[in-house]
């Protein structure tokens, strides 16, 4: 027997003093009790499975059969409750049949403006009666779409009010107004909507597109400014150098100059002290002569000794120590004030002067593969990010499938599950560049640096992470969040990808005679991103791909 044939559609339990209604349907006694006690100031009682009305009030007689089943099947000890997650929590919307503890609702119906679990909806996929009624997910605004005048759905809308009103309303204080289905108002609303969105979206795009410019000049200004300040501590320290240059110049030009003239001082200093010797001598044999009594002696020898040479030198000397470098120091001041006035005009010029910052604006995007080559980049293959099967060869441009192991260092940036590798390089502004591949899948993609390196998400393509387009023998799919767009190109072996890491666009093209757009993102890019190549295929063959060296 099916236990729940036994249950209370009520209390979803088994029936405890079951009880049947007019209609047929049995309740435990409580549970009809209450759910008719609730009812009561209705003055109209129902059945809570088939909605059908009892006038008046029925009275309620037990059904001894259904009790002795009941009886029988607790006898074997089982239970028809339902489970823990069933039930209505806290965040939960509840039945509004159920009595005791609610389970959780799973419809709202829009007619009967209650809400209902599995069990007690059932009437309503049962019952032709409830054929017409409208279900919808469980709502805690039921209310709010009644009149509160009436007690009416509000399915009629007032544009003159701008309110929703039910139908009495429109025949009441409404009449003459301009009404019409809220389904209809819904629906030219609905339009409007998606326009005002198209308006909002473009808005924030603008928006979105000048605080990047703003972004882009606040770093373009530190950049300038660092620039600025580097060169000027440069320039400085070149004029302290030469400053310190022409100070040590003059110092040894003043000492060479102090050498000069003290030797010269010293030499007519030395002159001097031999002739003040001789003089001393000649003015000792005077005063002996002045004491000899012998007057034929001292006639004899005075005009000899009264006689004195004349000085070499200049009978007197000026002394004026700084006159012989005061040119020298005038020399040097006048220096310092010219340094000066120049400092102080120029410091002038600095201050009052507006310089211009270049603001990098977003650019459009190229038309023409010659346009695009001025977009072009050098990029290599980081080893340490290359799996173990892909050999770097063409100086770390091209990766090839292997068989052997390559003896990679072991390192956390490495992909282990995929064959695949990134680039060295960050892209972080406008780049373009070209991929030749072989004639096996080949993924050619962006990433961001911190994508996984391990499992399914490090293959490109499969988070949010990365940008990838994949390359099969007969058509594309771009792959993002593990989302998949399959695209019909014409097939070439060289693959052009275009991005502008501010505007937030990346393109893939089809490189042969002309270049055929394949797929275009337009996103926001919140990281640098590197290039991505991903190579598939059997070993034996040697699948390969090479990033092209653009002139």
């Known amino acids: 027997m099916d236990q729940k044939k036994l249950c209370c559609s009520?209390?979803?339990?088994?029936?405890?003093?079951?009880?049947?209604?007019?209609?047929?349907?049995?309740?435990?006694?409580n549970c009809i009790k209450s759910h008719w006690d609730e009812e009561d100031q209705k003055k109209i009682h129902s059945c809570p499975q088939c909605r059908q009305t009892f006038r008046p009030r029925p009275a309620l007689v037990k059904n001894t059969v259904l009790t002795d089943l009941v009886e029988e099947l607790e006898k074997t000890?089982?239970?028809?409750?339902?489970?823990?997650?069933?039930?209505?929590?806290?965040?939960?919307?509840?039945c509004d049949v159920c009595t005791g503890r609610k389970l959780k609702a799973i419809k709202s119906c829009l007619q009967c403006l209650v809400s209902y679990c599995e069990q007690h909806l059932q009437p309503h996929y049962e019952s032709?009666?409830?054929?017409?009624?409208?279900?919808?997910?469980?709502?805690?605004?039921?209310?709010?779409?009644?009149?509160?005048?009436?007690?009416?759905?509000?399915?009629?809308?007032?544009?003159?009010?701008?309110?929703?009103?039910?139908?009495?309303?429109s025949m009441d204080e409404h009449k003459d107004h301009d009404i019409v289905l809220a389904s209809a108002e819904r629906s030219r609303r609905q339009r409007e909507l998606a326009t005002s969105r198209q308006r909002i979206q473009q808005r924030i795009q603008d928006i979105e597109i000048d605080v990047k410019a703003l972004q882009q000049e606040v770093r373009a200004i530190?950049?300038?400014?660092?620039?600025?300040?580097?060169?000027?501590?440069?320039?400085?320290?070149?004029?302290?150098?030469?400053?310190?240059?022409?100070?040590?110049?003059?110092?040894?030009?003043?000492?060479?100059r102090q050498k000069t003239e003290v030797s010269r001082a010293t030499d007519r200093q030395?002159?001097?002290?031999?002739?003040?010797?001789?003089?001393?001598?000649?003015?000792?044999?005077?005063?002996?002569?002045?004491?000899?009594?012998?007057?034929?002696?001292?006639?004899?020898?005075?005009?000899?000794?009264?006689?004195?040479?004349?000085?070499?030198?200049?009978?007197?000397?000026?002394?004026?120590?700084?006159?012989?470098?005061?040119?020298?120091?005038?020399?040097?001041?006048?220096?310092?004030?010219?340094?000066?006035?120049?400092?102080?005009?120029?410091?002038?010029?600095?201050?009052?002067?507006?310089t211009g910052v270049d603001v990098l604006l977003p650019q459009a995007e190229p038309r023409t593969r010659a346009e695009f080559l001025q977009c072009s980049c050098q990029i290599t293959l980081d080893p340490n990010s290359a799996n173990?099967?892909?050999?770097?060869?063409?100086?770390?441009?091209?990766?090839?499938?292997?068989?052997?192991?390559?003896?990679?260092?072991?390192?956390?940036?490495?992909?282990?599950?995929m064959f695949q590798v990134v680039s060295r390089e960050s892209l972080s502004r406008r780049h373009y560049w070209e991929v030749e591949r072989s004639r096996h899948e080949v993924s050619v993609a962006v990433t961001y640096k911190d994508i996984s390196r391990t499992g399914y998400e490090?293959?490109?393509?499969?988070?949010?992470?990365?940008?990838?387009?994949?390359?099969?023998?007969?058509?594309?799919?771009?792959?993002?969040?593990?989302?998949?767009?399959?695209?019909?190109?014409?097939?070439?072996?060289?693959?052009?990808?275009?991005?502008?890491?501010?505007?937030?666009?990346?393109?893939?093209?089809?490189v042969s005679e002309t270049m055929t757009l394949l797929h275009r993102v337009q996103t926001t890019f919140t990281q640098p991103l590197y290039h991505g190549l991903g190579v598939f295929g059997s070993h034996g063959n040697g699948p390969a791909a090479e990033i092209c060296k653009l002139k």
């Open 10 to 29: 009520i209390c979803l339990d088994l029936l405890k003093d079951p009880v049947t209604i007019p209609c047929g349907h049995s309740y435990c006694m």
């Open 222 to 256: 530190s950049c300038s400014a660092d620039k600025a300040v580097k060169n000027s501590e440069k320039l400085f320290a070149q004029l302290v150098r030469l400053i310190k240059n022409r100070s040590s110049d003059v110092k040894q030009q003043i000492r060479s």
């Open 270 to 354: 030395e002159k001097l002290q031999q002739e003040i010797t001789k003089l001393r001598k000649k003015e000792a044999e005077l005063e002996r002569l002045s004491h000899t009594e012998d007057h034929t002696r001292f006639l004899h020898n005075y005009p000899f000794l009264s006689c004195l040479s004349e000085s070499t030198d200049s009978p007197s000397i000026k002394i004026c120590p700084l006159l012989y470098f005061k040119d020298v120091t005038a020399a040097v001041s006048e220096v310092r004030d010219k340094l000066q006035d120049i400092l102080s005009e120029v410091w002038t010029k600095i201050s009052l002067t507006e």
């Open 77 to 94: 000890g089982l239970q028809a409750a339902p489970a823990d997650h069933c039930y209505a929590g806290p965040e939960d919307m509840s």
């Open 458 to 510: 490090s293959g490109f393509g499969n988070d949010d992470k990365s940008w990838a387009l994949e390359c099969f023998n007969n058509n594309y799919e771009f792959r993002h969040n593990s989302i998949g767009t399959f695209i019909a190109g014409p097939q070439s072996s060289k693959i052009g990808v275009y991005l502008d890491h501010m505007a937030g666009i990346l393109s893939f093209y089809s």
């Open 388 to 417: 173990t099967q892909l050999l770097l060869s063409e100086g770390n441009r091209k990766a090839t499938v292997t068989n052997e192991k390559q003896l990679y260092s072991s390192n956390q940036d490495r992909f282990t599950d």
């Open 128 to 169: 032709p009666a409830f054929e017409k009624h409208k279900l919808v997910g469980p709502s805690k605004e039921l209310q709010k779409i009644i009149c509160s005048h009436h007690g009416k759905a509000m399915k009629i809308f007032c544009r003159t009010d701008q309110q929703c009103i039910c139908y009495l309303c």
